[in-house]
Nanobody, 116 residues
Framework: QVQLVESGGGVLQPGGSLKLSCVSS????????MAWYRQQPGKERELIAQ??????PDYPGSSGRFTISRDNAKKTVYLQNNSLKPEDTAVYYC???????????WGQGTQVTVSA
């Protein structure tokens, strides 16, 4: 069972920056498509961005303020935002999908609160 551990959440200021990290325990990290989701208060969980091991990141429906990246050597995926807004307040989840073995797993989530 692959485990994902997120870090980097907390209380942040509007206009500030966010960098979340998610470390995977996968043996072959490159087999996993990595993604970040978030769940805002009272809303359903939504996909922010996803990135395959090699290839172009995808940002479906994103405002363009998020950047996803991964370091395969560190088995880590990152999510950055350099212009936070109060509406970015949410629980952020790391997600991993292995299409070769049809496996999926979620991280435990990390709370991000954007408030002055």
């Amino acid at each position: 069972q692959v485990q994902l551990v997120e870090s980097g959440g907390g209380v942040l200021q509007p206009g500030g920056s966010l960098k979340l990290s998610c470390v995977s325990s996968a043996t072959i990290f490159e087999h996993w498509v990595m993604a970040w989701y978030r769940q805002q208060p009272g809303k359903e969980r939504e996909l922010i961005a996803q990135v395959p091991a090699s290839g172009t990141p995808d940002y479906p429906g994103s405002s363009g303020r998020f950047t996803i990246s991964r370091d395969n050597a560190k088995k880590t995926v990152y999510l950055q935002n350099n212009s936070l807004k109060p509406e970015d307040t949410a629980v952020y989840y790391c997600f991993a999908n292995n299409p070769f073995h049809r496996q999926q797993t979620w991280g435990q989530g990390t709370q991000v609160t954007v408030s002055a």
